[in-house]
């Protein structure tokens, strides 16, 4: 039985917005520092975080949280909440709309609630196992296994592929954000998603879509991604591959890294 009543449910879709709303309103007068890996944040991430973390805090008192930002609050729960303010922030910053919040719930290590937001476009894709799998108010089935060569679909790639893999697929897309790539693979658009070497609040608001949708997430050696070995807030220790099952295969044929 779903942890979320449909009241709260509505509530994370409410805050979510705000944040977003937050973010649309302020980009211009965002501040601008660099991680260590030259990766750029902002105060705008950072006010965003604090508007969520108030909310989870609120309604979920013993529930942990994993963050892009913040980092680790909380003592090790069974219920850890894993938020990403701004997933592709050098979008965001550009002006650009694919841009995103993710928030996803791991209950018992097991990806269970996910919200991935757009605040330029309103996209909102939500759901996990019990709610179903949502694109706004419309549901996301499981049986779009699309053709590996249909001429619409395409596969989502981190934007410095090109420099770390030879990708023998005819249509590959970067939009800027890991978790905007797996909304569009829940939703039927993409035939596959590449990731970067990623932490788990990357893509915690998209697991429990594509579980809901009939989506495979291994990593890109073929390995299962466990969850319950990623809550320390690490990077994976390799890329991810993401593909319905009659596809993931043959994405993994045509990826290849180079030396």
């Known amino acids: 039985m779903p942890r979320l009543s449909p009241d709260t ?3 994370l879709h409410t805050v979510l917005k705000h944040a977003g709303d937050f973010a649309l309103k302020h ?20 006010y965003m975080e604090t508007i969520l973390i108030d909310f989870l805090r609120l309604t979920f008192p013993d529930d942990q949280m994993i963050m892009e930002e913040n980092g680790v609050l909380g003592i090790r729960s069974k219920n850890v909440w894993a938020l990403d303010p701004i997933d592709g922030t050098k979008i965001f910053l550009n002006g ?5 919040i993710s928030l996803g719930l791991i209950e018992d290590t097991t990806p269970s609630f996910g919200a991935i937001y757009m605040p330029v476009s309103g996209d909102l894709f939500w759901g996990g196992p019990g709610y179903g799998a949502w694109h706004n108010d419309s549901q996301l089935g499981k049986d779009q296994d699309l053709d590996f060569d249909h001429p619409l679909v395409f596969l989502g790639v981190p934007a410095n592929a090109q420099l770390h893999y030879d990708i023998r697929y005819p249509s590959a897309r970067s939009f800027g954000s890991t978790a905007v790539h797996l909304a569009f693979l829940a939703a039927g658009a993409a035939i596959g998603v590449l990731t970067r070497r990623i932490n788990l609040w990357d893509i915690a608001g998209a697991l429990p879509l594509l579980a809901e949708t009939g989506v495979e997430v291994n990593f890109l050696s073929g390995k299962p991604l466990i969850t319950a070995e990623h809550l320390d807030g690490k990077k994976f220790p390799e890329e991810l591959l993401a593909a319905r099952p009659i596809n993931i295969e043959k994405l993994r044929a045509v990826i290849v890294k180079k030396d």
Do not use: G, M
């Not at 650009?96 to 995103?100: D, H, V």
């Open 9 to 11: 449910v509505n509530s």
């Open 27 to 46: 980009r211009h007068e965002a501040v601008v520092q660099y991680k260590p890996d030259k990766t750029p944040f902002t105060d705008i991430e950072l």
């Open 96 to 100: 650009l709309p694919t841009w995103c």
